[in-house]
């Protein structure tokens, strides 16, 4: 039986976003990504009321997709991750997927370099002759290379992915379900045959080639074609 209400649950930079394009290519459904912090292009969001949203059930076949910083919230300046809503909506789902990398110092580094200059905490990166290097900046297709600068910066992420592993594990303990990882996903094809194909979630493979990196990487796409179901 192939699975047509999916939730992807994951912590930030753990490939998230290409595993729900995956699934929704595969199975020809739509994908809904940010639900809970949507942006002016994104569904959902003309139903924010006083900095809320108020999420609905899903009403067709979707991939939903949601990153634990989209429930962040400071106490004591110390970043916690408020598990209770997730909690509740998935009960309207019949697969939920949490996803999570091993590679916590990986995991920081992407943080950073993926930071746009509309990030509160966004802090520009200059050549060694003090001009500030635009193209260090994540491109608008996502893609953006690695500095040494941002290396040694994005240690200040620590402390966020430490407690939000914390919260996939405790989500994972209540929910009853195992944590994948980004490094199994994308790098294993008979894990993903085992734990996704086998589970009816069918893929598409093309999503999880070493190719399609953001860091470091090309655009591999034409700008003219869109192989993605959208949500409409």
Not at 51 to 64: D, F, M, N, T
Not at 74 to 98: A, G, M, Q, R
Not at 164 to 173: D, G, L, P, V
């Amino acid at each position: 039986m192939v699975s047509k209400y999916i939730l992807i649950i994951s912590c930030d930079r753990s490939g998230g976003k290409a595993l729900m394009y995956s699934l929704s290519d595969k199975m020809n459904i739509p994908w809904i990504d940010w639900m809970f912090n949507p942006q002016p292009h994104h569904p959902g969001y003309d139903k924010i009321e006083d900095g809320k949203l108020w999420i609905e059930k899903p009403h067709r076949p979707v991939v939903q997709h949601t990153i634990l910083s989209e429930h962040q919230e400071l106490i004591n300046n110390t970043p916690h991750f408020n598990s209770k809503v997730l909690l509740e909506y998935s009960n309207n789902f019949d697969h939920i997927i949490l996803l999570d990398r091993k590679d916590i110092k990986e995991q920081y580094e992407s943080y950073e370099h993926s930071l746009t200059p509309e990030h509160k905490y966004y802090e520009p990166t200059f050549d060694t002759d003090g001009i500030r290097d635009l193209h260090l900046q994540p491109a608008p297709s996502g893609i953006y290379e690695t500095h040494k600068d941002k290396l040694k910066k994005s240690i200040r992420w620590k402390t966020m992915f430490t407690e939000m592993k914390k919260c996939m594990y405790f989500i994972s303990t209540k929910l009853g379900l195992p944590i994948h990882y980004y490094e199994d996903i994308f790098g294993d094809k008979q894990y993903r045959k085992e734990h996704l194909g086998q589970k009816g979630l069918p893929y598409n493979n093309d999503w999880f080639n070493p190719n399609r990196r953001l860091r470091d990487g090309k655009q591999w796409w034409s700008n003219e074609q869109s192989k993605i179901v959208k949500q409409k």
